[in-house]
């Protein structure tokens, strides 16, 4: 890759970098989007989405109807910057892989988005199945921890296999 190109790559992914701490707060409100899209299509019991303050609302026919907002600390925002950072060091490094980087990127961070979308999915699990404050316990401060702490050392080590891979002969 010729230095210009490279320069480019890299401003790129450090603008990515950028633009998803300061339109964090816009990012989770997709995911809240996703989380309620979801959570319609598995649930009968009512979902909505308060966009607006980062909350989706679910068992509204239910006698326990039970909300959630995302916090910054609950979003896989923050777990992009990550990826973003080794694919920069790696590109740097090494240039002509940029290619399988991007790729791999991609495909890491999607796994992140989805590995958040299934600790939305536990705790709501856990919620319907313990009650709001066994099953939010269980689901957010200790399962769904080690969902996204999982989730996220399994999208790195995918990054890294994805990207330093050879190629079949």
């Given amino acids: 890759m010729a230095r210009f190109p490279l320069v480019i790559a890299l401003s790129a ?19 809240v989007r996703l989380a ?7 649930t009968t019991s009512g979902v909505y989405v308060a966009p607006d303050r980062e ?4 068992g509204l026919t239910s006698t326990a109807p039970f909300g959630l907002r ?6 896989s925002a ?8 080794v694919t920069m060091i790696m590109l740097y490094f090494r240039p002509a892989n940029a290619k399988r980087l991007f790729f791999s990127l991609g495909i890491s961070a ?3 988005v989805l590995v958040n979308q299934l600790r939305i ?10 009650g709001t404050d066994e099953g939010y316990y269980w689901g957010h ?12 050392a399994v999208s790195l080590v995918l990054f890294v296999w994805l990207a330093t891979r050879k190629k079949k002969a």
């Fill in 121 to 130: 999915l536990t705790i709501v699990g856990l919620v319907h199945a313990y």
């Fill in 78 to 85: 923050f777990l992009l910057l990550p990826l973003l950072v």
């Fill in 110 to 112: 999607l796994v992140v």
């Fill in 70 to 75: 995302m916090t910054p600390e609950c979003s």
């Fill in 13 to 31: 992914l450090a603008a990515a970098g950028a633009v998803v701490v300061l339109a964090e707060r816009f990012y989770r409100e997709l995911e």
């Fill in 36 to 42: 309620g899209a979801i959570l319609d299509v598995i």
């Fill in 141 to 152: 401060t200790l399962l769904g921890s080690m969902v996204s702490v999982f989730g996220g």
């Fill in 55 to 58: 909350s989706v609302y679910f």
